[in-house]
């Protein structure tokens, strides 16, 4: 498994492929709402399995918080360690920017996933795209 943050355009391609294959393809969200504004101003990360993009994900800061996004994985790679290694990756990458508190919104299917890493849940259920989500924070 190699995790990399985003440098060119190839791998920023490789971890919009995961997304749309995870998102758009799979999961019926709207191209127009999974790529936003957002993208120029993200760090994007992408995972690689043999040479072969399995898993994505994005980062910002936002009110003072790291801000996990769009984190998935390809469906062959799933229960391989993809997930665990990209957020481990964009954790690491929050720690260089001392940021200390970590927030997301997890589709109610991945709590378990994400509670797994130490992440707690701060909110009442709530519809994104049409998925029921529930936001959660950690402390690194």
Same mark, same amino acid.
């Given at each position: ?79 391989? !360690?993809? $997930?665990?290694? +990209?957020?481990? =990756?964009?954790?690491?990458? &929050? ?6 508190? #970590? %927030? ?11 509670? !797994?890493? $130490?992440?707690? +849940?701060?909110? =009442?259920?709530?519809?994104? &795209? ?6 959660? #924070? %950690?402390?690194?």
């Amino acid at each position: 498994m190699n995790v990399k943050v985003c440098e060119n355009e190839k791998e920023l391609q490789d971890a919009f492929s995961v997304r749309r294959t995870v998102f758009i393809d799979e999961q019926n969200v709207p191209e127009e709402e999974e790529i936003d504004q957002f993208e120029k101003d993200a760090v994007h990360f992408v995972s690689y399995q043999e040479g072969t993009p399995v898993a994505a994900g994005r980062f910002r800061v936002v009110d003072g918080f790291g801000k996990v996004e769009r984190i998935c994985v390809l469906k062959e790679a799933r229960n391989t !360690g993809a $997930g665990k290694a +990209i957020m481990r =990756e964009i954790e690491s990458y &929050a720690q260089t920017k001392s940021l200390h508190k #970590l %927030k997301l919104n997890a589709q109610t299917h991945a709590i378990p996933f994400y509670a !797994g890493l $130490g992440y707690e +849940i701060v909110s =009442e259920e709530f519809l994104d &795209a049409g998925i029921p989500h529930k936001t959660m #924070l %950690k402390k690194i």
